[in-house]
Structure formats: C-alpha cells, structure tokens
C-alpha cells in the first residue's frame, strides 16, 4: 500500500497554515510548503552537485543543489535537513550552517526554501533512486554553466546567493 506523503502549508514567515499532500503542493496550486536545501563544499571549495533522476516529477535530468528536500507535516526544519542529507548522501556526521530563507516560484509550485552549507570531505553513497549520479564542481565551472539549461532554476538563483554570502570558501 502506498503512504500519501503530507507537507505542512506555511505562510511566508514559516508558520504552519495548513496540510497538504506532494500531488496537491506539485500541482499548479501554489501551496507554500518548506524545504531543506544543503550545499556540501570539500575543504578545495568545490561544490557537490546532484544530477536528479530522470523520472523526477520536477526538474528531471538536471544538476541541482547537494541535497533538497520537502519538509514532512509534523517534522521540524532541523530534523528534515538531517534526514534529507542522510536519505540523498549517506552522510550522517555534518555540521550545518544557515545561509538564508526564501520563497521560491516555479511554473507548478511555490517552496519556503532553509538554505545551509556545509563542509565535508568525507564519503557520499548517493541513492540511485533520487540522483542519477554526483560530483564535485569547480565554483567556476558552476559559473560556466549558469544559463546553459544544465542546473535547476532553483539552484541557479540560489548558487548566486550562496556563492556571495560565503566568504569562507577558499
């Protein structure tokens, strides 16, 4: 039997509105619902990306952040990023840092999106099922790129933001 997976609906300050089910939020109805978004750097500065799957319902087949995830009904930001990071990347020993919160629009849904970084140089196990492969990235060969097709939207515009904020990245 397959569980019907429940996002919490918030308001753009975070607070809980509502509920509603992943086919609700992905719609078209523009349910503002939270995720997680973490961007792991190896101590070169070299930004892991994940490449979605090809049966994704959004974005499929292109380069996105390191790790993205919806927040569950009833679960706290904090928990989300860890079960996300540990779902997506294997990785279980990180220590997140929040970079900023925002609202995200795309053509079929509207994300409260907790951005954080992280740096990491220890080992990755990707889950085939949601990522089709990951690497490390060179800043520059990001910036390459931006434009081109090969990155989510989101990640685009979140990247310029990242990458402006964090001065600790060699």
């Known amino acids: 039997m397959v569980s019907i997976e429940y996002f919490p609906v918030v308001n753009d300050q975070g607070d809980i509105i509502g509920k509603a089910t992943r086919s609700e939020c992905h719609s078209g109805s523009f349910l503002l ?63 997140p840092k929040f970079i900023k919160r925002y609202k995200f629009v795309s053509d079929k849904e ?26 490390f990235w060179k800043i520059n060969d990001i910036e390459n790129q931006i434009g081109k097709q090969v990155f989510t939207p989101n990640f685009e515009q979140e990247f310029k933001d990242v990458i402006s904020t964090l001065t600790i990245i060699p």
Request: proline share 4%.
């Open 33 to 95: 619902h939270p995720v997680v978004h973490l961007h792991v750097f190896n101590k070169s500065g070299e930004l892991f990306l994940q490449k979605r799957a090809l049966d994704k319902d959004i974005q499929p087949g292109k380069w996105d952040t390191s790790v993205g995830g919806h927040v569950d009904f009833d679960e706290q930001i904090e928990h989300a990023l860890i079960r996300e990071v540990n779902e997506e990347l294997g990785i279980v020993d990180f220590v």
């Open 110 to 135: 509207a994300e409260l999106v907790h951005s954080y970084y992280t740096i990491y140089d220890g080992p990755i196990q990707i889950d085939p099922i949601e990522i089709s492969e990951g690497k």
